[in-house]
Structures are given as structure tokens and as C-alpha cells.
């Protein structure tokens, strides 16, 4: 594929994940588990002959949720239990949930009630990276494999398991490369265009992903670089495929040139997780995940993001979150501070899912970059 | 006829105990400030942590969301829930608990009392996630360590797994605050601390347990208001005398029930945190109506706590019986080394924690709530969906379904807010109840 056909097929992907989904199912047979954050070990599904996907909001038809849950809950929680509760779900064979934040742990716990599916929880800690959390987290892992095992009926080896981790490991790799590569070449691909490379492979086979991967980064290589003075802009919070909004910041005269996007760059852990032992290797990509909803003693949201800031030498940086995303909140009135601190600019965009009411959007985006190319 | 049966309202007068745990309550805020001053270390801690820790090492427990707690029963709450979302952008769906708490910091002019400043912040996510990002704020604004307890969601068991990662937590803990403190920890104060919190915790359930009957003698919103106080202050001997005081009160009323004409039409629950500004209003609407709010969900700390004996205090209850029982749980753990006493504490806590109602998945909230309707009598369960509190509130829908499907017996549901009175229509609230008790009614055929 050419780049462009590269991009035109993750933008198809990315606009209809479960249609994509349907698609392969017909075509290669193949088993679907749905997971609903960053951290539950693909792999160990994976490995299981399943091919893990990300739930988000792909649900644009329902509205059940409001049978199932009070008003009072983040937009994410809500698709989550409208595409559980729709005939979409057919699609997968089994749902994950990790243990992330109030909200969806509530999720979790009421799921028996919307579908008969087979409901796992990843039941990681809410430290990640204390003293005593890596022992918990490698027997959360343990205790998820055996729940996988006896309720798909199968047993994972070590070697079943190590190639998937390499498959994966491999991906978490070759995504850093194409995140670098934008940082060192500002425009060489819009952040429209690698978020959708990066989102579509969580509906990809991972293996498929990596091929593509690597074709893209080989032809972004041999492509002629011109350099770009548009202001450089990093995102923060989750756009749950909507890349409508990356689009917006883009053709508002901006480039997204980072990111630290729940279905982004946080899909990577912050250090490479190291060869494969069981299940060392895959506590260390859990205890190296950053999400603001965890707790983490030595990393903070305001350092890992003026860390990505400063790195991709950006101008700044937009916030975008939904509505009852309390985690992020708590964190944002410091970050905020923070990020002030050091004379950076911030935006802060509250939106919903699958919106397409922008105006007052692009009003507020291209304020906040006429005052960036102002000073 | 006696004196003891003259009044004819079965609802206890509390305003005895009520006053006693005023005086004790406002000796104890003002005692924190000169402890202060005594160097004595101070630590603010989440509400879910016990007292009795602190008690054993000489550290002064403050327990910022239960000062929030009273900072709601003020107007000046208000100014402060709009300056936080003004001029900090902190959202008006978040915890109002949590700002409660930011707030006594952000806002010092609407502080309900003075308290003094933290020398080490102790948090868990054993109630939830937005206690502990409150407290991390709190920590990088105000520069004070903070101690972070990590407990496991509880979806379905507790395991061992669970209760190992949160003891070697808690040891650690202790550790840290004994350097803190320059000593190693008291065992005679560990003891004291041990039959204070169970005596504390028999005397509180057989408190709950006088609205068994009907009618019940003591309106459960008054009992949420000494909740307030025993999270505070659990080991206090203070307490001890302030629990006898109510369990006297409580008592008295319970005579006199049976001798009274029975006018209770319904027997209802709450389920989770009261609305503390808004006690009279519900006094009021259940008075009128003859309804019992006879329990809560939120009151049932004692099975929670676990005590390790079972007490049966005789009326009226003295300072010798209140000695006596401390002697009994004191003299169970005599033969224990201070390394034994320790680990028990540790264990204990952790166990205890990790039982935190709030903790736990929906199925384990419906239990608590059959188990409550069956044993109280129950005709029909209030659900208060707290809107900013989102472990307890979101799955409300679930335990609606299940008290009316599985329990068979009405639900009223409504919206508001524990700390933020925005959020709360004393009409809509009317309307609901009405038709709260013509249900209720109709079931019981009256």
C-alpha cells in the first residue's frame, strides 16, 4: 500500500471500527474480545487465538445507557453501555474490563446485567508504581490468565505466550518510532493522520498493524521533508476516535505534533518493558502505562505531559475531556497551574462523543491559536 | 404515671447527647490546635482511615471531609463551591465532598473550624478515586507528604492477595509515622485504642438496632449527625461517655414506645450520605406523614468494624460498664507481644478497609440492603443518588431494580448532592415523597 491508501484504510477503520470488525470476521474467521482501557495484557488474549479490540464510543444509535445508569457519568462509561447493550456487541466473544477509575468500575459491575457475554476484570491496583504494587499486579496478571484459561477453555503456554508479547512488544516499538518521527519532523504527517494510523491498530490484528506500521515509516523516511512553521500543538485527555476534533485544531492553522491520548500515546508505556519472562514482562508494560486516573508516586500528569511538551518543543497545549471525567479533572485545576507556571498556554475543551456541533469549538480553538502566534 | 411515659411523640429527644457531643466535638477541634502547638505531629487523614492509629502514636488525627461535612450545614458553603469552580476551574460535577476538603484550604474564610496545618496527608481510595487525587492535590499545593493506602476494588471476594498488598501498605505506614513520631508505637495505647473502638462500636449497635422496633424511638437523620463525630474522635473516652449519654436517650424513648399508641404508618431506609442541610426539611416531611426513618445503609459502620465480643449493656449505661467492657477486650489481648499486637492491628485495619461498603460491587450493596429491610422491617427504601459521588451513585439504577424486583417494595429516587444544596428542589422532593407514601400505602393496603 502507498501512504495514501495507508491512510485512506485507517481513517475507514477508524470511522467504523465495528463495521471494520464485521469485515474481518467474515473474511479470516477470526475470534474478537473487546477491552475497555489501555491497560489489560492483550497479549494473554491474544495468545488465547482471540484478537483483542478497544471498546470507545462506537455506538452512534442508542441510547440505552440511561436504563442502566445514572445521568451523572462520563461519556466513555455511557457508549461503553450503549454498544454492550446494542446488536454490535455480537461482534465479540467476551469484554475485558480493567480496573481504571470509579466510574468504570461501576461499569464493570453492572455489565452482567446488559449482556451475556463473558465479562473478565483485569483487577490492577490504583498505584502502579509503589513498593508494593508490581508483586499485586503480576497476581492480577496470574489470576487474569486463569480466568482467560478456564473460561475459554484453553491453556496458554510460555510459548504461546512469547509470541504474542514479541508481536506486541514489537508494535509498542515501531508506534515510538512513528511518535519520534513526528516530533522530529514537524508535518511530515498531520496528527489527523498518525492518530488514525495509531487508533485503527487497536481493531487491527496486531500483526497486520506492525506490517503496516513498518511500510508507512520505510515511505515517511524516503519522503522529502519541508519544514513547517504552523504552532505546535500537543493534546491531552480522549477524543474516543472522534479525530473530527484533531482535524478541526489542524485546519484551524495548527499542528498536532504530540499527544497524550488515552487511545494515543498513552497506549505506550513510558520505558521499554524488556524481554520476555512471564509475568515480569507484562507487569512492567502495566506499571509503566501512564493514565491520570491511576496514582503514581514517582511520575505526575503535570511532569509527563510538560516532559512530552518539551520534548516535542510545542507552542501549546489542549485539553480535551468529557464532562464527569473526574480523574482528569481532579488533576487538571494543578496541571493547569502548572503548565501557567512555566508560561505555557493551555486550552480546555469539554465535548461529547460522535458531536458534530464544532462552531463554538472552532471559535475557542483558533482564539487559542491567534494568542499563541500573537506572542 | 411515671415521668417516663408522659410524652407522647416516639421519637426520642436527643438533644442531650446532641448537646454532649457539640461540647465534645468543639473541645476537640480547639484541643487539636494546642496539641499543635504541644508539637504533637498532625495528619490529615481520609475519612476511612481509622482513628485509633493515630490515637496509638500520639498523632493528631484531622479528618478534613468530615470538617467539610460541617462546613456543608453552612451557608458560607456556597461562596465556596463558586469560588473553587470560578477561579479554579475545578467542575461543579466533582465530588462536593472532595471540595469540601480543597476548599478548607483554597477558601480559609469559610472554614466551619480552625484547624491546624497537616504535618503528613494520609489518604486511600478505599471510599474512592477522588479522595485520593483531592488529598494529592493538597499535597503538591501545600508541600506536605502525602501517604497514599492503594486497596483493590472489591468485585466479587476479598482475597488473601488483596489483604496482603494492603497490610504491607499499612505497615509501611506505620513505620514511616512512628520516624515521624521518634518512637516505636504504645502497646498500653494500642489496648486502650482496641476496647475504646469496639466498646464504641457494641454500644453504636445496639443504638441502631433499638429501631427494630416499631414504633422506632430515634430518627436515623439524627443518628447520621454522631456519625460525624465517632469517625473523628473514635477513641476518645469523650466518646464513650457521649455514646452511653445516647444509648440512655435512645433507651428512655423505647419505654416509653411501649406504652405509647403506635401512629407509625411506614418504616422506611436511606440508602448512602444524608443531605446534612436539609435534615429539618425531611424531620418535617416524614413527621407529617408518620413515617420511620428507622436505618441507613451509611449507619451500619459497626458490621464493618467487627467487634471481637459481644457486650449487652444494661440501661442506664455507667461508667462501670463502660470500664467494664474496655477491661474485657483489654484483658483478651494481654497475652499478646507488642509484634503480635502490631500485626493484629495491621490485619485488622487492612480487613476492616477492605470491607469499606463504598468498596464493594452492586451486588454486594443489595445484600446490605435486603439484609436491612428484612431485619428493620422495611416498607420502602429512599435512594439518594448523591450526584457528585460516583462509586455510590452511579449503579443506583441496579439496586432500584433490585428493591423493587427482588425485594418487592417501593423506591423513592431523587437527585441532589451532600454538600452542594444547588442541587436540591424541596418541591420536586415533596412531590416524590407523596407519591412515595401512596405507593407504600397501597402495598400495605392502608
Known amino acids: 500500500m502507498d501512504i495514501k491508501d495507508i491512510y485512506r484504510e485507517c481513517h475507514r477503520i477508524v470511522n467504523d471500527p465495528v463495521n471494520y470488525i464485521k469485515e474481518e470476521k467474515v473474511k479470516s474467521g477470526g475470534k474478537y474480545i473487546g477491552y475497555t482501557c489501555i491497560f489489560p495484557p492483550e497479549e494473554i488474549l491474544h495468545a488465547a487465538g482471540y484478537i483483542p479490540v478497544r471498546i470507545m464510543g462506537f455506538s452512534k444509535k442508542n441510547i440505552n445507557s440511561e436504563k442502566y445508569i445514572t445521568s451523572n457519568c462520563c461519556e466513555f462509561a455511557r457508549s461503553i453501555i450503549d454498544f454492550l447493550s446494542s446488536e454490535d456487541a455480537d461482534s465479540l466473544d467476551g469484554i475485558v474490563f480493567s480496573h481504571c477509575c470509579d466510574t468504570l468500575q461501576v461499569t464493570a459491575c453492572i455489565a452482567h446485567g446488559i449482556t451475556d457475554k463473558n465479562i473478565f476484570i483485569y483487577n490492577i491496583p490504583s498505584s502502579l508504581d509503589s513498593q508494593y504494587s508490581y508483586d499485586y499486579i503480576k497476581s492480577a496478571i496470574s489470576g487474569f490468565k486463569s480466568e482467560v484459561e478456564s473460561r475459554l477453555n484453553i491453556d496458554i503456554d510460555e510459548e504461546m505466550l512469547q509470541k504474542s508479547y514479541e508481536i506486541y512488544r514489537e508494535n509498542r516499538q515501531l508506534l515510538s518510532k512513528l511518535n519520534e518521527l513526528r516530533r522530529n519532523k514537524p508535518g511530515i504527517i498531520s496528527g489527523y493522520d498518525s492518530l488514525a494510523v495509531t487508533i485503527a491498530g487497536l481493531y487491527m490484528a496486531k500483526d497486520k498493524h506492525n506490517e503496516l506500521l513498518k511500510s508507512l515509516l520505510e515511505q515517511l523516511s524516503l519522503q522529502e521533508y519541508i519544514q513547517t512553521d504552523k504552532k505546535k500543538i500537543i493534546v491531552s485527555g480522549i477524543i474516543n476516535c472522534n479525530l473530527k476534533l484533531i482535524e478541526l485544531i489542524e485546519e484551524s492553522g495548527a499542528i498536532v505534533l504530540s499527544d497524550d491520548l488515552c487511545e494515543g500515546a498513552r497506549t505506550v508505556p513510558l520505558k521499554d518493558s524488556g524481554d520476555f519472562k512471564y509475568p515480569d514482562a507484562f507487569a512492567n508494560v502495566t506499571s509503566n502505562l501512564f493514565c491520570p486516573a491511576k496514582n503514581y508516586e514517582n511520575i505526575s500528569y503535570d511532569k509527563v505531559l510538560i516532559d512530552k511538551f518539551r520534548e516535542a518543543d510545542c507552542d501549546g497545549v489542549i485539553f480535551i475531556y468529557f464532562p464527569f471525567c473526574d480523574p482528569q479533572f481532579m488533576e487538571y485545576a494543578y496541571v493547569k497551574r502548572k503548565f501557567a507556571e512555566e508560561g505555557i498556554k493551555s486550552l480546555l475543551v469539554e465535548t461529547v462523543i460522535n458531536t458534530n456541533n464544532f462552531a463554538q469549538m472552532q471559535t475557542r480553538v483558533e482564539a487559542f491559536l491567534e494568542s499563541l502566534y500573537r506572542f | ?446
Open chain 2, 1 to 446: 404515671m411515671n415521668d417516663l411515659f408522659k410524652k407522647k411523640n416516639n421519637k426520642a429527644d436527643l438533644s442531650h447527647s446532641t448537646r454532649i457531643a457539640n461540647n465534645l466535638l468543639l473541645k476537640h477541634y480547639n484541643g487539636m490546635n494546642r496539641k499543635k502547638d504541644n508539637n504533637q505531629p498532625v495528619a490529615w487523614v481520609g475519612v476511612d482511615i481509622p482513628a485509633y492509629i493515630f490515637r496509638a502514636m500520639g498523632i493528631v488525627p484531622v479528618f478534613p471531609q468530615i470538617h467539610a461535612a460541617f462546613q456543608a450545614q453552612r451557608k458560607a458553603v456556597k461562596n465556596m463551591m463558586n469560588d473553587l469552580e470560578s477561579k479554579w476551574e475545578i467542575p461543579h460535577n466533582i465530588c462536593g465532598e472532595v471540595k469540601g476538603v480543597i476548599g478548607a484550604v483554597l477558601c480559609e474564610n469559610e472554614i466551619a473550624f480552625n484547624i491546624p496545618k497537616p504535618d503528613i496527608l494520609i489518604t486511600s481510595n478505599s471510599t474512592c478515586g477522588q479522595v485520593t487525587k483531592g488529598f494529592k492535590f493538597l499535597s503538591k499545593y501545600m508541600g506536605v507528604d502525602l501517604i497514599n493506602l492503594d486497596f483493590p476494588y472489591v468485585y466479587d471476594e476479598i482475597n488473601e492477595d488483596m489483604i496482603n498488598y494492603v497490610s504491607d501498605q499499612v505497615a509501611e505506614m506505620m513505620d514511616i509515622l512512628e520516624n515521624k513520631i521518634g518512637h516505636k508505637m504504645d502497646i498500653e495505647s494500642i489496648h486502650d485504642s482496641y476496647a475504646n473502638i469496639f466498646t464504641f462500636s457494641e454500644m453504636w449497635r445496639e443504638i441502631c438496632e433499638a429501631n427494630i422496633i416499631s414504633p422506632a424511638p430515634v430518627n436515623a437523620l439524627d443518628l447520621f449527625m454522631f456519625t460525624s463525630c465517632f469517625i473523628s474522635m473514635d477513641t476518645d473516652d469523650g466518646m464513650l461517655n457521649m455514646m452511653a449519654a445516647l444509648y440512655n436517650d435512645v433507651y428512655i424513648q423505647t419505654e416509653r414506645n411501649k406504652k405509647i399508641e403506635n401512629n407509625e404508618k411506614f418504616r422506611v431506609m436511606w440508602h448512602y450520605l444524608p443531605i446534612y442541610s436539609k435534615k429539618r426539611f425531611f424531620k418535617n416531611l416524614f413527621d407529617e406523614h408518620n413515617v420511620s426513618l428507622v436505618t441507613g445503609t451509611y449507619l451500619a459502620m459497626h458490621d464493618e468494624l467487627g467487634s471481637a465480643m459481644k457486650f449487652d449493656f444494661k440501661y442506664p449505661i455507667t461508667k462501670e460498664q463502660i470500664e467494664n467492657a474496655k477491661f474485657q477486650l483489654k484483658y483478651s489481648k494481654k497475652g499478646e507481644t507488642i509484634d503480635e499486637v502490631r500485626e493484629g492491628m495491621i490485619r485488622y485495619t487492612a480487613t476492616s478497609m477492605l470491607n469499606s461498603d463504598v468498596h464493594r460491587g452492586v451486588q454486594d450493596k443489595c445484600l446490605k440492603i435486603k439484609n436491612m429491610v428484612e431485619r428493620y422491617n422495611i416498607d420502602g427504601v429512599i435512594l439518594h443518588n448523591d450526584r457528585s459521588c460516583r462509586p455510590q451513585s452511579l449503579p443506583q439504577y441496579e439496586i432500584r431494580k433490585y428493591i423493587l424486583e427482588e425485594l418487592g417494595i417501593p423506591v423513592l429516587f431523587f437527585d441532589s448532592d451532600t454538600m452542594d444544596e444547588r442541587y436540591f428542589s424541596e418541591s420536586q422532593i415533596t412531590t416524590r415523597f407523596e407519591a412515595f407514601i401512596e405507593k407504600m400505602a397501597t402495598r400495605k393496603g392502608i
